[in-house]
């Protein structure tokens, strides 16, 4: 039924249709958790949360009651890199988060951040998480996978040398596809559409048919979003 997978896609910044894609809709701050949560339909999941970037500006307290109406909590996480928030305040953000979409699953930033946000998730007993764009460790990896988590990766894929890294080390059983759509990167606007190319790329890079890999991340998607297979 889906052909593309895109796991991380600010979609309320995107007005588009995607045919074939099946999409988890990211926000960033109260105002695209609203627009966000108006796109509910039949192939986007809806996520609610506030980023790390936005922690210092929002009021946690409006968020909070929208997680219950969300699919999956996101995009959340700690950002050590770029974020002009102190970090104890990302921490408390990111955990009060996380205790309020109990169950759900958590849809994580996590740059130059990569340990502690898997540290706090543990510590949560969060079940179904995904690293969104992994650039970390790889030696971290295996704990990630350890705890049932996954990563997505992105279309820089194609570029980004560290990105290649992970993708060389990742077990195929946890990974992901995203766009990250809606963000603009190196001046180009990321959009689900790039999936299709990425996949391409990810294919001739792991010496993988495409087939096989489009199945593969078509499983962990359904695995990692709790929901019933419907592709076959
Ligand atoms: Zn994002």
Redesign the pocket.
């Known amino acids: 039924m889906y052909k593309y997978f895109d796991a ?1 896609c ?1 979609y309320s910044y995107l007005k588009k249709n995607y045919e074939g894609y099946l999409i988890a809709a ?1 926000s960033m701050d109260y105002q695209s958790a609203i627009d966000t949560l108006s796109l509910k339909r039949e192939n986007v999941l809806v996520g609610v949360g506030i980023h790390p970037w936005r922690v210092h500006e929002e009021d946690l307290t409006r968020v909070l009651p929208l997680i219950s109406k969300a699919d999956f909590v996101g ?1 959340v996480g700690l950002d050590y890199r770029f974020s002009k928030a102190p970090k104890e305040l990302q921490i408390k953000y990111f955990e009060e988060q996380i205790k309020a979409g109990e169950g759900k699953l958590i849809n994580v ?1 996590a740059l130059d951040a990569w340990e502690d946000a898997l540290n706090i998730l543990v510590k949560y007993d969060v079940k179904r998480a995904i690293f ?1 764009w992994y650039t970390g460790p790889s030696s971290l990896l295996k704990d990630i996978e350890g705890a049932g988590y996954f990563i997505s990766i992105n279309p820089s894929v194609t570029f980004q040398k560290k990105h290649q890294d992970v993708l060389r080390n990742a077990d195929l059983r946890f990974i992901l596809t995203e766009s ?1 759509g809606g ?1 603009e990167y190196r001046g180009k606007l990321l959009e689900p559409s790039d999936i299709p190319n990425a996949i391409s790329f990810m294919s001739s890079f792991l010496g993988i048919e495409e087939q096989k890999l489009i199945k593969s991340v078509s499983d962990n998607f359904y695995k990692a979003y709790g929901l019933n297979v419907v592709n076959s």
Do not use: P, R, S
């Open positions: 991380h600010h990211v995009e930033h969104h990250d963000y």
